[in-house]
C-alpha cells in the first residue's frame, strides 16, 4: 500500500533502542528522511543512521532547552519536519512495589518518560503548528492501560501520556488545522534487551495468557502500525486514538 511518506521528514526520539531502531528502518523503507536521536547510545544511532541514509542527533530530552535545539536543528538542516514519532523513554529494571521506590527513582522514571513525552510534544507542536500541518505519535505501553505491578512509576507516566495528554493536545491542535496526535500501546515485545535479559517458555506464558494472539509481539510489528499511522494518506482522518498492539490483551498476571 502506499503510504504517502517518501518526501517525509521524520524524527524518531530514542532511534537507537530495539523498537527506536525498527520504527527508523520502517520510515526508511518507505523513501523517508529520519532523523535519529540517541541520548547514550551513540554507536547503535550512528551505525542505523549511516545505514538508512539518516542522521544522527543527541540529545538530553529531560531538558527543555536540548528538546527545542533538537528541533531548531532538524528544520534548519532540511527546511521541515513532517512526523515526530516520541518513542523515548525509561523502564526501570527492578521491580519494586511502590512502598518500595523512592523519591529518586519515582521522579527518574516520571522525568524520563512524561517530562521527555511533554518536551518533545512541545517543541514539534511548535513547529507544526508554525507549519500548518504534522503528526505525533507517542509510543505508550500497556502498562498505561492495565496497570504493571513492580512497575506502577512507569504505568503511571505511559498512562499520563495516553489519557490525558494525548486527548488534550488532540483537542489544541484542533486550532492549527491538519495536524493528528495519536499513539501506540506495545505489549511484551521481543526486543534485543528483552532477549539478552532471557525469555523462557514460562514467561510467555504468562506473558500471553490474557492474549487472543498466543505470542509476543516483534519491533516490526510497532514499526509497521506507527508507519501507518503516520501516513495522512492512509490515517488522514485518525486523531485521539491509541492503538494496542498487543495481541488481543485483556489485562496482566500479577
Known amino acids: 500500500m502506499e503510504t504517502g511518506l517518501n518526501d517525509s521528514v521524520v524524527l524518531v526520539t530514542g532511534g537507537a533502542g530495539g523498537i527506536g531502531e525498527a520504527i527508523c528502518r520502517a520510515f526508511a523503507s518507505e523513501g523517508s528522511q529520519v532523523v535519529v536521536h540517541y541520548h ?22 529531560r531538558d527543555h532547552k536540548q528538546a527545542l535545539s533538537l528541533i531548531n536543528t532538524v528544520v534548519e538542516k532540511y527546511g521541515k519536519l513532517d512526523i515526530c514519532i516520541a518513542n523515548a523513554g525509561y523502564y526501570p529494571p527492578e521491580s519494586l512495589p511502590l512502598w518500595d521506590i523512592d523519591n529518586d527513582r519515582w521522579n527518574e522514571v516520571i522525568s524520563s518518560n512524561l517530562g521527555v513525552a511533554v518536551n518533545t510534544a512541545r517543541v514539534f507542536l511548535r513547529e507544526a503548528s508554525r507549519a500548518g500541518s504534522g503528526s505525533l505519535v507517542f509510543i505508550g505501553s500497556t502498562a498505561g492501560i492495565y496497570g504493571e505491578s513492580g512497575h506502577s ?102
Open 40 to 61: 547514550e547510545s551513540s554507536e547503535n544511532a550512528e551505525k542505523i543512521a549511516k545505514e538508512i541514509g539518516g542522521l544522527p542527533i543527541k540529545a538530553d530530552l
Open 153 to 254: 512509576d512507569y504505568a503511571a507516566a505511559k498512562g499520563a501520556i495516553t489519557s490525558g495528554l494525548l486527548m488534550s493536545l488532540k483537542n489544541d491542535v484542533s486550532k492549527i488545522g491538519n495536524v493528528r496526535v495519536n499513539a501506540v500501546a506495545p505489549g511484551w515485545t521481543i526486543t534485543p534487551k528483552k532477549k539478552e535479559q532471557g525469555i523462557d517458555d514460562e514467561l510467555i506464558k504468562n506473558a500471553t495468557a490474557t492474549m487472543s494472539l498466543k505470542k509476543l509481539a516483534t519491533p516490526e510489528d510497532i514499526a509497521n502500525t506507527v508507519v501507518s499511522i503516520s501516513s495522512d494518506l492512509i490515517s488522514g482522518h485518525i486523531t485521539g486514538q491509541i492503538i494496542e498492539i498487543a495481541g488481543g490483551m485483556e489485562g496482566r498476571l500479577v
